[in-house]
């Protein structure tokens, strides 16, 4: 194995390590990298965060900012506020808070305004303050859905299928999204780890595959490395992957016609994720019409031989 150095390859991710540490890459497609001694990146931030926390940030910043001026409004006076109709059943905080909220979205009813000059220059240094939050959070939001964002689902488990008279280690990958993925290709990395003394030393090398690139994408792909005599796989059993904590990275990238843009996705299998003696079972069928129907869902599909 140590001597098959030209399958060997270096992912910028370090080789010497004073612990075992954990997969290289996370389920999500993120790398097991956390960092400290950087300053917070905000925009890179919002614009990778899940829609649900994106959108609770945004209502959490848009009140927490209206009421920290509703507290300003209030230390003025709320009798520097002209309301029109009767706002008697309304408590001066509210008050506050909803004149805020007026003066920030910039919406301007008319029904309230204020009177003295000191809040006549607060409301209008939250107006500024307004427009320029909503022109930041429309440039997050298009560049969120502008950001190409490739929704390919990979089969639960990695499978060792015999194949060819031998064995080959392969998964299955299927775009979700019915928008159209062309020129694809792949790269398959295995990573082995290795004591040396009292260090862990991990080695990175390049399998090659069966068919690393297709031109169109619309069923599912199958992936595969065939074990030959060159294989950095062709002395270890899959206990052996598992001692030596074996993962298996994998980078698709590709074009999306829809979006125009160039798409790249990472995943990975530990060693523990891989099923043996194992076949795919195929997701898609022809109709009487000639129509091929592709299930999305059985990508996972696989049985014992």
């Known amino acids: ?13 370090s080789k010497k390590y004073d612990h075992d540490p954990q997969r290289v890459i996370n389920k999500d497609g993120s790398f097991n990298v956390s960092r400290k001694g950087v300053r917070i990146q905000s925009f890179q931030t919002v614009i990778t965060m899940p829609i649900g926390r994106f959108l609770l940030w945004v209502l959490g910043a848009y009140l927490v900012i209206n009421v920290l001026f509703a507290l300003i409004y209030l230390s003025l006076g709320t009798e520097h506020l002209s309301f029109a109709g009767n706002p008697s059943d309304l408590s001066p905080f509210l008050k506050a808070l ?16 204020p009177l003295d000059q000191a809040t006549n220059f607060v409301s209008g240094m939250q107006a500024m303050l307004g427009w320029m939050f909503f022109a930041v ?17 990979f089969s639960d488990k990695a499978l060792i299928s015999p194949y060819q008279g031998a064995e080959a280690p392969m998964f299955r990958v299927v775009n979700q999204r019915p ?3 062309m020129e694809m290709e792949a790269r398959l990395l295995l990573v082995l780890d290795t004591d040396e003394s009292e260090q862990v030393v991990r080695r990175f090398y390049n399998l090659d595959l069966e068919t690393n690139n297709i031109t169109f994408f619309p069923l599912s792909w199958t992936i595969v490395h065939p074990i030959g005599e060159d294989s950095p796989l062709n002395s270890y059993s899959l206990d052996d992957l598992k001692k030596r904590k074996a993962e298996f990275l994998i980078l698709l990238k590709g074009y999306d016609e829809t979006f125009g843009q160039n798409i790249r996705i990472r995943f990975s299998y530990t060693a523990d994720e891989i099923e043996p003696n194992a076949q795919f079972i195929r997701n898609f069928d022809v109709q009487k019409d000639g129509h091929i129907e ?6 996972h599909a696989f049985k014992k031989v």
């Open 294 to 299: 592709l299930d999305i869902d059985a990508v």
């Open 137 to 153: 959070a429309t440039g997050v939001i298009y560049t969120r859905f502008s950001k190409p964002n490739a929704r390919l689902v």
């Open 98 to 113: 909803f004149f805020s909220m007026q003066t920030f979205t910039t919406v301007g009813f008319g029904s309230i305004f």
């Open 179 to 181: 928008n159209v993925l």
């Open 1 to 13: 194995m140590s001597g098959n150095r030209k399958n060997q390859s270096d992912l910028g991710l």
